[in-house]
């Protein structure tokens, strides 16, 4: 008789990281439910709610081919009570030898390399592709620039500004997922405030690029991970600017994050196989330090903010101190 569990002990969740680890996957980031499967005092399956996506998702080698997959998906997803409402859907990044078993179980595959897979359960790609292609404005080069803006930095406005020397058109895409220290509302309106006298266009990132359904390695810097999950997020991004028209992407050189320069590296190698040039353009620098949305985080936090102001666009920098404040109070 199986048992299920919400896992939050210690022991439990140890036993979770060793039948993750015996699948090849990792711990995932920013959970809200842990479930596990037990037979008697053994754990034969796992997963995880991330946002809008199912993670973690394993189930015991010696359990294989039992039906265990589709009870556990069952019992994941009565914990989704938005998911009835049709604007909403639900995705699942997972190994991608479990592909087939979650087609059968109504999900339609969104994209997959030879390691990983992203499933969702409404088939929203094509419509959001088709929503990109009708605000695309045509440019014999057009370049896309992803950012977080954790915050946005002179380093950032310094990018875009290299991206249109080159490009007729920038598309600046603000990582969408909430997980980081200053919200995405926030962070949008702020890269607004700094390329306000540019001609960049600012969009959200949307659920397919950097989002933990499609590169969970970047939230969590999973670095065993990053190249693995890295593949699956360009293959994406590459979708998304063929709708747009961008044939460049533009990158700051990354020496001090390991996922991040990982990340970089795959997509030197695969976005031209894609018809888009990469663009790495060295960091700007001040005082011979390079300009960081990390350093601007650590001079806030030491309470520092004049430095911290200098890093900044003086554009967004009132704005700026009123979220880091409101970020203290709660």
Not at 172 to 194: G, N, P, T, Y
Not at 212 to 229: C, L, R
Request: proline letters at 4%; glycine letters at 6%.
């Amino acid at each position: 008789m199986l048992e299920e569990r919400t896992l939050t002990s210690h022991d439990e969740l140890a036993q979770r990281a060793a039948l993750l680890s015996s699948r090849g996957l990792g711990i995932p980031g920013g959970e809200t439910c842990i479930l596990g499967l037990y037979d008697g005092d053994e754990l034969v399956a796992t997963g995880s709610i991330v946002g809008d996506t199912l993670q973690g998702i394993a189930v015991s080698r010696s359990k294989e081919g039992e039906g265990l997959m589709a009870i556990l998906l069952s019992a994941l997803l009565k914990r989704i009570p938005y998911l009835a409402a049709p604007s909403q859907n639900i995705r699942i990044f997972t190994a991608a030898c479990n592909a087939d078993i979650f087609s059968s179980l109504g999900f339609s595959v969104v994209m997959s390399t030879g390691s990983v897979v992203l499933l969702e359960w409404r088939k929203m790609f094509k419509n959001y592709l088709d929503q990109l292609a009708a605000m695309a404005v045509p440019a014999p080069i057009a370049a896309g620039v992803v950012m977080n803006a954790n915050p946005v930095t002179l380093g950032h406005v310094y990018l875009v500004n290299q991206a249109l020397r080159y490009a007729k058109r920038v598309y600046v895409f603000v990582v969408q997922e909430d997980r980081s220290q200053f919200r995405f509302a926030d962070r949008l309106h702020m890269v607004k405030l700094a390329l306000a006298n540019t001609e960049a266009i600012v969009l959200p990132s949307g659920p397919y690029m950097i989002s933990s359904a499609t590169f969970p390695s970047y939230f969590i810097k999973e670095e065993q991970y990053a190249a693995i999950h890295a593949e699956l997020d360009l293959r994406l991004f590459a979708e998304q600017a063929h709708a747009l028209g961008i044939n460049m992407r533009f990158i700051g050189d990354e020496q001090m994050c390991a996922t991040t320069s990982t990340y970089n590296d795959v997509m030197k190698r695969f976005l031209p196989t894609k018809g888009i040039k990469v663009m790495e353009i060295g960091r700007l620098k001040k005082n011979g330090l390079p300009v960081t949305a990390s350093a601007v985080r650590s001079l806030l936090q030491s309470g520092n903010t004049e430095a911290a102001f200098n890093l900044v666009p003086e554009a967004s920098r009132e704005y700026l101190a009123s979220c880091f404040q409101t970020a203290l109070m709660t």
